[in-house]
């Protein structure tokens, strides 16, 4: 897959195949339309493009710092990849780039730049500047300018009764195995071994501490999890607790991964963690020994999960 970061640098000999839309999570829901994407490309001899933005428009629009998103830009790629799409241009989002006029955005983005022969997008999807241009319209423009406009009914996105916003809000309540169903895969982040206070050696639940660079994407609530992770191209099961450590008074919010059957130190390597099951919420214990106990149930309990997969 060909990756732009603008509008203006991509180029292609051949007609496209384009959907535009934000497609965080690139979840079940998305892949009809991306899939259709594909095909059509392949059975007309083009190349399948998605356009895509960043910052999200909320961010922009809404001078919110508070949207977290399902998907960091590299994880994205990576998914849309996956599924074979050929190009991704991820171009910048800002208020000048919204105040676009619908028909300005159809004639100098779409048929000018990108080329395409045909466009394939939700039942629901709205443009142009204030989202005031919608389906009909881009039919309108599609037989002025001379391409195709094909539309996802309602009804065969809505078979899957899944949005963007129902997966966060699933992970945000610990359902996580809801969300994982909805996206098609385990929810997933990866980010930077660093060193912790090293108290989980102490009750032999070595841990390792998890950075996340990208500041919005989207955290689980805090307790703990049942968890795969990725080192190295190798396989590892293991638990994890996201939170604040009440029982040894911690401020901040970390992330701890507790890897079985691993002994490595990987400080300041990447681990790849993908989030399989909700096992309770972090509480604060009397003791450190009654931790201990309650650790061991929890792996107990995350290796019988593990058993029945």
């Known amino acids: 897959m060909k990756t732009y970061n603008s509008i203006n640098t991509f180029k292609s000999a051949k007609k496209t195949i384009a959907t535009i839309g934000t497609f965080d999570g690139v979840h079940i829901g998305h892949r009809k339309i991306l899939n259709k994407i594909i095909q059509s490309a392949n059975d007309l001899n083009c190349e399948s493009l998605v356009l895509t ?11 919110s710092t ?36 619908a028909e300005e955005f159809v004639k100098t983005i779409l048929v000018d730049q990108l080329n395409i022969q045909k466009i394939i997008i939700g039942h629901d999807h709205r443009f142009g500047r204030n989202r005031t241009a919608n389906i009909n319209d881009l039919v309108g423009f599609g037989k002025e300018f001379g391409f195709e406009v094909e539309q996802i009914s309602a009804q065969e996105i809505n078979e899957n009764a899944v949005s963007s916003t129902k997966i966060r809000n699933a992970i945000l309540d610990g359902n996580i195995e809801l969300a994982n169903t909805y996206l098609g895969y385990n929810y997933f982040f990866s980010g930077e071994v660093v060193k912790g206070k090293q108290l989980g050696r102490t009750i032999e639940f070595p841990t390792a501490n998890i950075h996340i660079l990208e500041d919005y994407k989207l955290i689980p609530k805090n307790g703990v999890y049942v968890v795969k992770c990725l080192h190295d191209n190798d396989v590892f099961f293991g638990m994890m607790n996201i939170g604040n450590r009440p029982t040894v008074n911690g401020e901040n919010q970390t992330i701890e991964v507790n890897l079985f059957d691993f002994d490595k130190e990987i400080y300041s390597e990447i681990l790849i963690v993908e989030v399989m099951k909700f096992i309770r919420d ?12 309650q650790i061991q149930k929890d792996k107990t309990t995350a290796l019988n999960f593990i058993n029945e997969q």
Do not use: A, C, W
Not at 55 to 63: A, I, N, S, Y
Not at 78 to 96: A, C, Q, R, S, T
Not at 285 to 293: A, E, T
């Open 53 to 63: 933005f960043f910052p999200h428009p909320r961010m922009v629009l809404q001078d």
């Open 66 to 101: 508070s949207v977290k998103l399902l998907n960091t830009l590299k994880e994205k790629s990576f998914l849309l990849e996956e599924i074979g799409i050929d190009n991704l241009i991820v171009h910048p989002f800002d208020k000048e780039f919204s105040r676009l006029s």
């Open 282 to 293: 972090e509480q604060k214990f009397d003791s450190l020994n009654s931790l201990k106990n």
